[in-house]
């Protein structure tokens, strides 16, 4: 079965473009989480979707970050304009948690590098 | 707030040697627990995944126990191969907010031949 997938792997731009980054979760999956990571700060939790509805957002840093989810398989993350300090490896993961015990494992794709310069 | 510690940051082990890793949290009211794995370049892999009411977790050579009254987990890597060389994450998950993990910032483990 496919993992989550994330485009692109890599992406360098200069300072105060728009930046998109994409996801598709695994097919079935009714959660999906965006992270980010960076050497200062580890691994913090964006935001995430319950059935393409975003249910917390509290770690999106700024409001030049927006994420939306249009259906269930696919979900964008995008940083308008973007800053050299947004420069990080950003994670998308799936989770089957509807109905179930909420004891399932998160998923994660293999992630964006993103440079702003 | 819930935080999340992992001594040591790196560890350097000879192949055959059992690993131990271990994982602290502050508040005891979490929904479970998991490990993962990270190698370079590469997103995380789950490993095990500890509800809240067991005791330990077991999979081939990994074994991971949690103590929630003492906020500790541990995972034990017997007889380590140089392919278990990687960085290795604990998370929590909080009885109160589903989805949400709190991560460790791992321990970086490295098998030598």
């Known amino acids: 079965d496919a993992g989550v997938i994330q485009s692109p792997r890599h992406e360098v731009t200069e300072m105060g473009?728009?930046?998109?980054?994409?996801?598709?979760?695994?097919?079935?999956?009714?959660?999906?989480?965006?992270?980010?990571?960076?050497?200062?700060?580890?691994?913090?939790?964006?935001?995430?979707?319950?059935?393409?509805v975003p249910i917390d957002d509290s770690g999106m840093p700024e409001d030049r970050f927006s994420a939306k989810m249009p259906n269930a398989s696919f979900s964008t993350l995008k940083i308008q304009p973007s800053e050299p300090r947004d420069s990080a490896v950003y994670f998308c993961a799936s989770t089957l948690g509807g109905g179930g015990t909420g004891n399932q494992p998160q998923h994660f794709g293999d992630g964006t590098r993103l440079s702003i310069l | 707030k819930q935080e999340v510690t992992q001594i040591p940051a790196a560890l350097s082990v000879p192949e055959g040697e059992n690993l131990v890793l271990n994982c602290s949290f502050t508040d005891s009211a979490i929904y479970n627990l998991q490990w993962f794995r990270q190698d370079p370049g590469k997103g995380l892999t789950s490993l095990l995944l500890i509800q809240s009411s067991q005791r330990e977790q077991t999979s081939g050579r990994l074994n991971a126990s949690l103590d929630k009254s003492s906020g500790r987990s541990t995972l034990y890597i017997a007889a380590s191969q140089p392919g278990d060389s990687a960085t290795y994450l604990c998370a929590v998950r909080r009885s109160d907010s589903w989805g949400k993990l709190q991560f460790g910032a791992g321990t970086q483990v490295v098998v030598t031949p």
């Open chain 1, 17 to 52: 473009q728009e930046v998109t980054l994409r996801c598709k979760p695994i097919s079935g999956h009714d959660y999906l989480f965006w992270y980010r990571q960076t050497m200062m700060r580890g691994l913090e939790l964006l935001i995430y979707f319950n059935n393409n």
